[in-house]
């Protein structure tokens, strides 16, 4: 059976083709819409990849915090909250109960909610994995921070945490793919997203192989695209000769 792809050059209104396969004007061809929803991928990915990164870092940071006990009880139960509770019923709690709980919630753009949903369910990941860095670290850093006369908050920054974001950049790799795949939950909200994009003009145009194979394509490009520029910021930020032990630069 003969592939058709003149399908992403069709009008969506009036499924007829359009030349050069992108619309003008109020046309929108399927090609237009998959170039939309790939965006709307994108925003999705990106945003919550900065709430992970972000809320994972202070998180892991926590967990590892000498001589804190509240604290590390604070991160540890973030942590089992986040990843015990599947990402779907996560996105629907964000979009259908926050806005009813905190008001606040409720004039927020969903996207910017799937965004929170996304981001806080990665966040626990985040966190056991910048946990597990500065835990990986030669407990005698943490020493010589103190030794220097740091504070606690400083020998964090200047000490520990730049050479354990670069001990965990595989993992992170891994991740920032998996947070662009899970992306795909938001069609479940509607926002329309490369998933939701497959289900509708699959629907409309009876062509699902086509777009399906389109969309795929697409995840594919993107997650090779992280990978890439993953292993490039990994190769500049190597240290030579460094090499982690597991003797808990923590502090546990």
């Not at 592939?3 to 061809?29: A, M, R, Y």
């Not at 992306?183 to 939701?196: D, M, Q």
Request: glycine fraction near 10%.
């Amino acid at each position: 059976m003969a592939l058709d792809w003149q399908v992403f050059c069709l009008d969506t209104l009036d499924k007829e083709p359009v030349k050069g396969c992108f619309g003008s004007g109020k046309d929108i061809t399927y090609l237009d819409w998959l170039l939309q929803a790939w965006g709307q991928t994108v925003i999705v990915a990106a945003g919550a990849l900065i709430v992970a990164l972000i809320v994972g870092s202070i998180i892991g940071v926590m967990r590892t915090l000498p001589d804190s006990p509240i604290l590390t009880r604070v991160g540890n139960w973030w942590v089992e909250l986040f990843r015990n509770i599947p990402l779907l019923v996560q996105i629907f709690l964000w979009y259908h109960v926050m806005p009813f709980i905190i008001p606040v919630f409720a004039g927020m753009p969903k996207l910017a909610l799937v965004i929170m949903g996304l981001g806080l369910f990665t966040s626990a990941r985040i966190a056991e994995q910048v946990r597990a860095g500065i835990q990986a670290l030669p407990r005698g850093q943490r020493y010589a921070g103190m030794a220097m006369g740091f504070t606690t908050a400083q020998y964090y920054r200047y000490v520990l945490l730049p050479m354990a974001y670069r001990i965990i950049i595989p993992p992170l790799t891994s991740e920032s793919m998996n947070i662009f795949k899970n992306s795909s939950v938001a069609f479940a909200v509607s926002v329309t997203e490369l998933t939701f994009f497959a289900q509708q003009a699959g629907e409309e145009t009876s062509k699902g192989i086509e777009i399906y194979m389109g969309v795929t394509a697409l995840y594919i490009i993107s997650a090779f695209t992280i990978n890439r520029l993953m292993a490039f910021i990994e190769k500049r930020a190597r240290v030579p000769g460094f090499v982690s032990n597991t003797t808990g630069g923590g502090g546990h």
